[in-house]
Structures are given as structure tokens and as C-alpha cells.
Nanobody
């Protein structure tokens, strides 16, 4: 069964940096789009950044210039480098992947369990 395992969350002061990682495992698949979403208390989950297999990226306006998404296709891993963090970046960050499962020949969307990022002022 395909699963996403995230790491890298934690507590950081405003202006600091964190790097999130998310690795996919559990079968034979081809990952198309990978992305990071976040959900702050009392708010809806929102897209932070996404990256397609070819490398093109998309960012929320609120993180442009501060966050960088990248991926290693050989390792089925996506990263989110977060710089100049602000208190309003505090949220649970979720990894997301849209992939094609080779054995079943079906598309599948998978979510990670979430990792908490807390930015103190």
C-alpha cells in the first residue's frame, strides 16, 4: 500500500528556516504531481506549493520568494525549504501525491499524516 512519510516539522522563531521532507513508498508507481498543503487552526486546508514530474512549480502567493519546493524522482521524495518563516505560517503541513499505480493501472491520490510547524514571534 502506497504511503507518504513526512519529516522535518518543529518549532522555530520568526525569520528562521525549516526543511520538510516527504517520501513515498509501498509498491510500484509513477508519481505525477507532488505538493504540500497546510491547515492552520480554524482554517481550511490550502495549497502551499506543488511540483510536477518535469519540475514545474506552483506556489501560493503568501509563500512566494520564501519557500522552495523540489523533488528527487529517483527517491520518490519531495522537499519544502521554508525560509523567512512568519507566525502566520504556523500550521500542520500535509504532503500530497498524485500517482499512477503500475500493477492496478489506476490513478491514486495519497496524503501524508501531517507534520506540525510552529513559528514563534
Amino acid at each position: 500500500q502506497v504511503q507518504l512519510v513526512e519529516s522535518g516539522g518543529g518549532l522555530v522563531q520568526a525569520g528562521g528556516s525549516l526543511r520538510l521532507s516527504c517520501a513515498a513508498s509501498g509498491g510500484l508507481f509513477i508519481i505525477n504531481t507532488m505538493g504540500w498543503y497546510r491547515q492552520a487552526p480554524g482554517k481550511q486546508r490550502e495549497l502551499v506549493a506543488s511540483i510536477i514530474r518535469g519540475g514545474s512549480t506552483n506556489y501560493a502567493d503568501s509563500v512566494k520568494g520564501r519557500f522552495t519546493i523540489s523533488r528527487d524522482n529517483a527517491k520518490n521524495t519531495v522537499y519544502l525549504q521554508m525560509n523567512s518563516l512568519k507566525p502566520e505560517d504556523t500550521a500542520v503541513y500535509y504532503c500530497n501525491a498524485n500517482l499512477f499505480v503500475i500493477i492496478t493501472k489506476r490513478d491514486l491520490e495519497v496524503w501524508g499524516q501531517g507534520t506540525l510547524v510552529t513559528v514563534s514571534s
